[in-house]
C-alpha cells in the first residue's frame, strides 16, 4: 500500500471551497485513490475515488495530475456540517485489499 | 438494507472482565475489517475476514484480544481480561468482493474499561 501524506488539519469559512491534497509519491500503477470522511461520533464514509484526471460526485471533486503522484479532494461550498476528518487512501482494492488509514486532516468549518 | 449493525453502542465494563463486541455486515458482503480508533493511535485496523476465514490479523494487539466469524452474518470480537488501556471506539467494516468497492462502517461500540 502506497504511503499517503496529508495535512494534519485545515480550517474554513461556510460558503468557501476547499482543497485537501495528499501526497503518494510511490503510487503504483494499479492503485486507485480513494477518500472517506468521518463525522465525529461515526464511522468513516466513502466520498469518492478516481484514477486519474478528474472526478465529480454529488459531494465532491477529486483531482488526479498526469503523474498521479499526489490527488486533491475539492468541496465546494463547505458548510458547518463538512466539519469532519477526511481520510486520503491509496492500494489497489481488488479482492479486498485492507483498507488501512492514515491520520487524515481534520477540516474545521467555521460560521 | 439496515448497513452495517454493531451491538452493543456503547459498552462500561470493568478491568479484568471479558467484554465481547458483536457485528453483523451487511448481507452479501463477503469482507468484513474489525478497526479500533482512539485519539492517539487513530483508526487502527485490527483484522479483517474473508468468506469468515481470518486473512490478517497483524492489527490485533495482544493475545487479550480475538475474532471471530461463525458465518456470513455475525462476527465478534472479544477481549479478556479487559484492561483501562483499550477504551477505544471499535469499528465493524464491510465490503463486497467487487473491484473498488467501498466499504460500509458501522455506528461502532464505544468501550471504557474502569
Known amino acids: 500500500l502506497a504511503k499517503t501524506t496529508q495535512p494534519i488539519s485545515m480550517d474554513s469559512y461556510e460558503g468557501q471551497e476547499v482543497n485537501i491534497t495528499c501526497s503518494h509519491n510511490?503510487?503504483?500503477?494499479?492503485?486507485?485513490i480513494t477518500w472517506y470522511q468521518q463525522f465525529p461520533s461515526q464511522g468513516p464514509r466513502f466520498i469518492i475515488q478516481?484514477?486519474?484526471t478528474k472526478v465529480t460526485n454529488e459531494v465532491a471533486s477529486l483531482f488526479i495530475p498526469a503523474d498521479r503522484k499526489s490527488s486533491t479532494l475539492s468541496l465546494p461550498r463547505v458548510s458547518l456540517s463538512d466539519t469532519a476528518v477526511y481520510y486520503c487512501l491509496v492500494g489497489e482494492w481488488e479482492y479486498g485489499n485492507k483498507l488501512v488509514f492514515g491520520a487524515g486532516t481534520i477540516l474545521r468549518v467555521k460560521s | 438494507d439496515a448497513g452495517v449493525i454493531q451491538s452493543p453502542r456503547h459498552e462500561v465494563t470493568e478491568m479484568g472482565q471479558e467484554v465481547t463486541l458483536r457485528c453483523k455486515p451487511i448481507s452479501g458482503h463477503d469482507y468484513l475489517f474489525w478497526y479500533r480508533q482512539t485519539m492517539m493511535r487513530g483508526l487502527e485496523l485490527l483484522i479483517y475476514?474473508?468468506?469468515?476465514?481470518?486473512?490478517?490479523d497483524s492489527g490485533m494487539p495482544e493475545d487479550r484480544f480475538s475474532a471471530k466469524m461463525p458465518n456470513a452474518s455475525f462476527s465478534t470480537l472479544k477481549i479478556q481480561p479487559s484492561e483501562p488501556r483499550d477504551s477505544a471506539v471499535y469499528f465493524c467494516?464491510?465490503?463486497?468482493?467487487?473491484?473498488?468497492?467501498?466499504?460500509?462502517f458501522g455506528q461502532g461500540t464505544r468501550l471504557t474499561v474502569v
Open positions: 478516481g484514477y486519474k
Open positions: 510511490n503510487i503504483a500503477t494499479n492503485d486507485y
Open positions: 475476514f474473508n468468506n469468515n476465514v481470518p486473512i490478517d
Open positions: 467494516a464491510s465490503r463486497p468482493t467487487v473491484l473498488n468497492t467501498e466499504a460500509f
